[in-house]
């Protein structure tokens, strides 16, 4: 592949995953002869994350040729990656759909599944649509690397506007924090053995210390679902020895307010869910009601934390670009979008821990068309997910039943389709004159956003 590769990063203004992205292509040395163009439909978001870029390559001695663009059709002409990362009104929305669930007696965590997962796709997808058939349109032979969640309901997008893509995200490093607290004596490790999983600063620096002793250890093979995937080996590093049979002895020694949830369910289906509590409960309906939501000690996403960190963020980056302080960003290499392109330009037949893509036989139990989460090879020919074999039973059908409900609400939130999302809440609620009311109530709240249902 051409190393004078146009890169397309959609939603550059984004303070989160877009912010990484920028950091990791700018210093990424298999990407110096790339172009790099940044979109945004806000100017001055736009204008900021440009002007950091150019702080970037001059700190860090770079290349690379950044220019930036309001109208996307113009930045797609050429491209061969376009990373996404879109978001609307996040927080306001997000909290929204697990409010509307709570008045009808259900407590869910309203992200990427459930039936909070509707309104935060057809959402999604009103925006999106168009810029996949523009993907297509104007880069069709281009990759698009997505971080918007629902992952795979994007992937799903993807597929129907015909265009190749990959879903990433970090969770695979929640793996890791999981093990490494399961096996913090065998790490050496004797503080903070109390830890409960917080959405606090303190608790999540503490968490990332188990995180970055665990991957300089092991090595973790985990499949499934994005957001709901299992563990399927863990190995040391350096003598290859299987240490899956030492995590399943030291859980039962780990305080029990660690993450519950994943406990309970590493005992009933016999492989470690590796997302955490927080992302497991997307899938589940084991928290349905306010008694077990409390057993499991299930944390809500912290909205008014979400909004002070971006603020935070963005007077951190306008500090940066005034010369008010040092560029004191750095490269995530959890969020991999420049890792993968780099792979990909370079040809380098590399092995990457986690990603989002075709099945096509990877899972041999679950279906060829469903997108699912896998380690994979990635060189100039593309991204190949590794053939990990069957899921236990049980998991499977689990995977089974996302996977329908994920392909109902893709396809309804495309077409409009009221009937297909029936079907999947349905498939969510145990009584079916609540799933009609609930469905319709996500409708009227979100009317603003989802003209595809006018």
């Known amino acids: ?80 990656f376009v990373i996404l990362s879109v978001a609307i009104d996040r927080e306001e929305t997000w909290l929204k759909d697990y409010q509307i669930a709570k008045k009808y007696g ?32 104007l880069a069709p032979d281009s990759w698009l690397v997505n971080f918007t969640n629902p992952v795979p309901r994007i992937g799903y997008a993807a597929e129907h506007a015909k265009i190749k893509s990959v879903g990433l995200c970090h969770q695979i490093w929640h793996g890791y924090g999981i093990v490494g607290r399961y096996l913090a004596n065998d790490l050496g490790i004797t503080d903070n053995l109390d830890l409960e999983y917080k959405w606090t600063d303190e608790s999540q620096s503490i968490f990332n210390e188990f995180v970055v002793e665990a991957a300089g250890e092991y090595d973790i093979k985990a499949a499934g679902l994005n957001h709901f995937t299992w563990m399927l080996d863990v ?5 290859n020895e299987d240490v899956y049979p030492l995590v399943r002895q030291e859980a039962k020694n780990v305080n029990p307010e660690f993450e519950p949830l994943t406990k309970h369910m590493f005992d009933i ?59 004191d960003i750095h490269p995530n290499p959890a969020e991999r979008a420049d890792a993968i392109i780099g792979e990909m330009i370079s040809n380098s037949n590399s092995y990457e821990q986690s990603v989002n893509l075709l099945n096509n036989g990877t899972i041999s139990n679950l279906p060829d068309d469903a997108i699912v989460e896998v380690p994979a090879l990635v060189n100039a020919y593309g991204i190949s997910g590794m053939k990990v074999g069957p899921l236990p039973e049980a998991i499977a059908a689990l995977c089974q039943r996302e996977i329908s409900i ?20 349905a498939l969510m609620l145990p009584d079916l004159s609540l799933a009609e009311q609930m469905l319709d109530d996500y409708l009227t709240t979100h009317k603003k956003y989802l003209p595809q249902f006018s």
């Open 1 to 80: 592949m051409d190393s004078d590769a146009n890169i397309v990063i959609i939603g550059a203004g984004s303070a989160s995953f877009g912010l990484d992205n920028l950091s990791g292509i700018i210093a990424h040395e298999d990407l110096q002869n790339t172009t790099l163009k940044l979109v945004d439909i806000n100017k001055e978001n736009l204008s900021a994350i440009y002007a950091l870029g150019e702080v970037m390559k001059k700190e860090w001695d770079s290349k690379i040729k950044i220019s930036s663009f309001l109208d996307r059709k113009e930045a797609l002409i050429d491209a061969d």
């Open 106 to 137: 259900y407590y869910h965590y309203a992200e990427n599944g459930l039936m909070g997962s509707f309104g935060h796709t057809a959402r999604g997808l009103a925006i999106i649509m168009p810029i996949l058939y523009d993907i297509h349109d």
């Open 235 to 239: 190995r040391r590093l350096d003598t």
């Open 269 to 327: 289906f016999g492989l470690l869910p590796i997302v955490g509590d927080c992302h497991l409960v997307e899938y589940l309906p084991y928290t349905f009601t306010k008694e077990n939501w409390e057993k499991y000690r299930i944390q809500l996403y912290d909205f008014d934390r979400g909004k002070l960190q971006r603020e935070t963020m963005w007077t951190r980056i306008n500090d940066i670009i005034t010369g008010k302080r040092a560029l």
């Open 406 to 425: 994920a392909k109902l609400i893709t396809k309804s939130s495309i077409e409009g389709d009221r009937e297909a999302a029936l079907q999947a809440f």
